[in-house]
């Protein structure tokens, strides 16, 4: 029987046709392919600016970037998370303090974080990141209240969670400002890209100007626009971050078929609360509708299983299911560590979780009959870690 990998982009011959398109056009980086992803984009989660990058950790440097996030600042997130979330405070010379997660969800939860601002020494608490974490989305209600309270911008990590919908509107849209991923894995993909999302004027200019080098005018103005013409400025040392044509004509297709990938998800989620619900050994996410089901985290109960999450993993790539670990938390990285003198204790709530998760195969593209394989071993998880 062929393996089930863990993740696989679902990709149509429209997607493949789209890159045809743009490359037979002779404009392949950011020219009109961008901007009407951007358009479309922002339209979808109904942001005032959507800002396309060529990765969500190009997006989370510039949000802080235009925050004017720099030394001596102290930015907050969850440790529960990618280095990339973290790393691009250290970018700009800030320091990293974590706060814990909710045990229920594994987003950050806002009393921790509360509690983590209060308490923090060596710098001034100048940002906090939440990370909707697998497509659950944060209490942001709180972690704003919490922000506010504290003067904290507030950029969300919304890289696991389009199109996550809540009453007060989509993830990524919470706060001042939200980046999305469209890394390979992501439910929507672009293989490498992302996209920052505001309403706030001030912060889309600078995150303009510095996604392509601090130049005032990007290429397609320059050459292609109407009123084109060859001069520009430099105004600021900015950074390549812009997304490209080609990318971006996927980006606009997956965009379309958001709505169908999204339902595809969520029913493959469903199924497996449905058959797993009556595994004793297994605790699963709790169901919740706002949800981008970008993952499908699980915990073992090793009491009950009478075995660990790593045997778990190793006996069902024997049985051909790839899975995959979301997160080691950064607290416990060598360079966190090192840099912070982090113990594994510290949080412990991530800590425990991330000794005791595992995160099954969830794609639009998962047959049913794959998806039964995939629950079938872990129903005889009992049996097979004997
Ligand atoms: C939580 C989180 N934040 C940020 C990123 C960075 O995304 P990208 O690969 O688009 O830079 C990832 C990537 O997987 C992620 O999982």
Redesign the pocket.
């Known amino acids: 029987m062929e393996p089930i990998p863990f993740a696989r982009p679902d990709i149509t011959d429209r997607e493949i046709a789209a890159v045809a398109r743009v490359m037979r056009s002779g404009w392949l980086t950011t020219g009109p392919e961008a901007l009407a992803f951007e358009k479309e984009f922002g339209e979808y989660v109904h942001a005032r600016h959507a800002l396309a990058v060529n ?4 997006g ?1 440097h510039l949000s802080l970037e235009a925050m004017g996030i720099g030394e001596g600042d102290l930015v907050f997130t969850s440790p529960f ?2 280095a ?2 973290a790393e691009v405070a250290r970018y700009l010379g800030a320091e990293v303090r974590f706060a814990d997660i909710d045990p229920a969800t594994g987003c950050l939860a806002p009393e921790a974080l509360d509690r983590a601002v209060a308490t923090a020494t060596g710098g001034t608490p100048a940002a906090v990141i939440p ?1 909707h974490y697998g497509g659950a989305v944060c209490d942001m209600e709180s972690i704003n209240g919490v922000a506010r309270r504290h003067k904290l911008r507030v950029v969300e ?1 919304a ?2 969670a389009f199109p996550a919908e809540t009453e007060r509107g989509f993830a990524g849209t919470l706060a001042e400002a939200g980046v999305f ?3 390979a894995t992501k439910p929507l993909t672009t293989g ?3 996209m920052v999302c505001t309403d706030d004027d001030d912060l889309a200019k600078r995150i303009h100007l510095m996604r392509l080098h601090g130049i005032d005018r990007e290429a397609w103005d320059r050459y292609r626009s109407p009123g084109a013409s060859w001069y520009y400025e430099v105004t600021e040392a900015g950074f390549k971050y812009n997304l490209s044509d080609m990318l971006a004509a996927v980006g606009r297709v997956q965009l379309e078929r958001a709505g169908e990938i999204l339902r595809e998800r969520r029913r493959l989620a469903k199924r497996y609360e449905g058959a797993l619900r009556a595994c004793p050994f297994l605790e699963l996410p709790p169901g919740a509708s706002e949800h981008a089901w970008h993952l499908y985290p699980v915990l073992v109960r090793p009491a009950v299983l009478g075995s660990d999450r790593d045997t778990v993993v190793e006996r069902l790539k024997e049985a051909g299911i790839g899975t995959s670990v979301h997160y080691v938390p950064l607290h416990v990285m060598p360079y966190y560590a090192r840099r912070y003198s982090h113990s594994p204790g510290d949080f412990p709530v991530a800590f425990d979780r991330y000794t005791r998760t595992f995160s099954l195969p969830l794609y639009s593209g998962l047959s049913d009959a794959d998806q039964d394989r995939v629950i079938e071993a872990l129903t005889e998880l009992p049996r097979l870690v004997q």
Do not use: N, W
């Not at 990765?55 to 190009?58: D, E, I, K, R």
């Open positions: 990765s969500a950790t190009a989370l998370t990618f990339a979330t990370v990590d890289a696991h991923s469209f890394y490498e890209g992302g």
